[in-house]
């Protein structure tokens, strides 16, 4: 099923794909740390930067040619619109292979990475 989430202040046409109820309610359990979030910072800039941006905000260098852009995540408005559950499906499972080139890190990162990563692409909005 595919379900469009609210698009203020993203002008792009988006099928995003909405995690099922259970991961829309759970809690991030990782400790959103200062030490964890250096970590993780090397790990986006080394595996999400080219697409989402160093700073988040969806314009990195590999988006030139892309009809779906990943999201601006400096737009705080945007950001807590979305639960941290259904940011974390999304990076384990991808978004629509169909569309977008946002494929899954299940087999690459770990739960406790993936989670992290929740707590750094929220840090943009602060
Ligand atoms: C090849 C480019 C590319 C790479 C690399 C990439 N992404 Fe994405 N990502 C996208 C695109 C494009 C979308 C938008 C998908 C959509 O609109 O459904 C997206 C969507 C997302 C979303 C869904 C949020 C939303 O907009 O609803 C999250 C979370 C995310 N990416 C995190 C990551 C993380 C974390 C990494 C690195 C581990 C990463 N991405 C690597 C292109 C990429």
Redesign the pocket.
């Given at each position: 099923m595919l379900v469009l989430?609210p698009l203020a202040g993203d002008a792009?046409d988006?099928?995003?794909p909405t995690a099922p109820e259970e991961f829309l309610t759970m809690a991030n359990p990782v400790a959103p740390t200062a030490e964890m979030l250096k970590e993780t910072a090397t790990l986006?800039d080394n595996?999400?930067s080219?697409?989402?941006g160093s700073n988040g905000d969806g314009k990195g260098s590999?988006t030139k040619d892309?009809d779906?852009?990943?999201?601006n995540y400096t737009a705080k408005a945007l950001m807590e619109t979305?639960p941290d559950g259904?940011?974390f499906w999304?990076?384990c499972y991808g978004?629509?292979p169909d569309v977008?080139?946002?494929k899954g890190?299940k087999k690459k990162?770990s739960e406790e990475q993936m989670w992290s990563?929740v707590h750094y692409?929220r840090s943009f909005a602060r």
């Open positions: 989430w792009t988006r099928k995003t986006y595996r999400c080219k697409c989402h590999a892309m779906v852009k990943p999201r979305i259904q940011l999304i990076i978004s629509d977008t080139e946002m890190y990162l990563l692409i």
